[in-house]
């Protein structure tokens, strides 16, 4: 249920209703450690949203919890899974989206919790039956049960050159509206409607970009919060496309390094499609601290998977420790797809917690490993703790 007690402020004063002229603070005493901005309308344009702000809310436990980790539902007779890299990625064949189980749907929850993004070719399921299984996992972003439609036409024959003008960095890797006070958890993709080739999507996986940086640069990284602003977005759409946003543009302070809250592994929560600047650093090293780390995210490509849609591949991720971004390398022609996200919970870090590289290497070797986990560190042979090897290898 949404928190209505929000406590505006303007320049430290309170206030009764957001400025349009001047950035409005916003609190909740429910969530002390959630800071978030309703920034003004004026000069973006002429537009006035019908949705000042959205509090934060309680999100259902995630139905991943619970689930067996073996995977005995999902993975049954018939059903094919294929780890497409060891970080990030797995395809599931022989099995509909459209017939799960509530324990399938769980299960399916889990492995995408581990592993990011999970694929399907071939399914039957409808834009109904999207919705349909959202629901059962979550709630939706917006008010009401109106599925999110994701149609894309046809591209700019040059979109580095149409989009000059753009102050969002369209095109590039970002989570579902990490601006949010509760941003998405999960989303769902299926394309009907695909070019005969290109329009890929690649993914990233936060567990892999936050284990693979120095021990002293994590350790300096966890606790620091960053800025996730839809400004840049809300202007750009407004001004280029046309599109009257509901919601005023905002930013909402949330922590550089998350922990997911199935898997309670630490994720790298930035993506230079919303992030603008860390909180408590001054400009200049924020804006470099970002560079590198978005070089980093954008390098990695051991951490990286690119999906190759085919009419009715569905594609299934966790904005929680994935980013994404699509291929615009088919113009002109026409692309068209089906996306249906849920809010999921108020990012949190919580100290204590293991990058996922620290979890599994206490399970290499031993045996009869749970499913969820990747083919790698079910069926490697590890050097022994102490060998030289192991040292390089972890």
Do not use: C
Request: aromatic share 8%.
């Amino acid at each position: 249920m949404p928190v209505h007690n929000a406590k505006l402020t303007v320049d430290g004063a309170p206030v009764e209703k957001v400025s349009d002229t001047k950035p409005t603070d916003v609190r909740w005493d429910e969530y002390p450690d959630l800071a978030h901005r309703v920034l003004p309308i004026r000069p973006l344009g002429d537009h006035v949203p019908q949705n000042p702000f959205k509090s934060p809310r309680d999100i259902p436990q995630d139905r991943a919890i619970g689930a067996d980790p073996n995977l005995p539902n999902l993975l049954g007779p018939g059903v094919e899974r294929l780890d497409l890299t060891p970080s990030i990625g797995t395809q599931l064949s022989g099995i509909q989206l459209s017939n799960l189980t509530d324990k399938q749907k769980d299960e399916l929850a889990l492995l995408v919790a581990h592993r990011g993004v999970v694929f399907f070719r071939d399914q039957d399921i409808t834009a109904e039956q999207q919705r349909a299984l959202f629901d059962y996992y979550g709630d939706n972003p917006e008010d009401g049960k109106k599925l999110i439609v994701n149609n894309i036409q046809e591209q700019e024959p040059d979109f580095r050159r149409a989009y000059v003008h753009f102050k969002w960095p369209f095109a590039d890797f970002h989570a579902d509206s990490s601006f949010a006070v509760n941003p998405p958890s999960f989303s769902l993709l299926r394309v009907d409607e695909p070019p005969p080739v290109g329009g890929d999507t690649l993914w990233i996986s936060g567990y892999g970009t936050y284990e693979t940086l120095s021990p002293p640069l994590q350790a300096f990284l966890d606790g620091l919060k960053a800025w996730h602003s839809s400004e840049l977005v809300y202007e750009s759409v407004l001004n280029h496309w046309g599109v009257k946003p509901p919601t005023r543009p905002h930013e909402t302070l949330h922590p550089v390094v998350r922990t997911h809250p199935v898997t309670g592994y630490k994720s790298l929560n930035l993506n230079s499609g919303f992030v603008t600047r860390i909180d408590g650093l001054n400009r200049y090293e924020s804006d470099k601290l970002l560079e590198l780390l978005y070089t980093h995210i954008h390098t990695a490509t051991d951490h990286q998977v690119r999906w190759r849609w085919e009419k009715n591949s569905v594609a299934l991720w966790d904005n929680r420790h994935v980013t994404h971004r699509a291929t615009h390398d088919y113009a002109p022609l026409h692309r068209h797809g089906v996306r249906v996200t849920i809010a999921g919970e108020v990012p949190v870090f919580k100290a204590g917690s293991r990058s996922r590289r620290e979890a599994e290497r206490e399970l290499r070797n031993k045996p009869g490993l749970p499913a969820v986990y990747n083919e790698n560190l079910r069926k490697g042979i590890y050097p022994a703790e102490g060998e030289e090897a192991a040292s390089k290898l972890w």
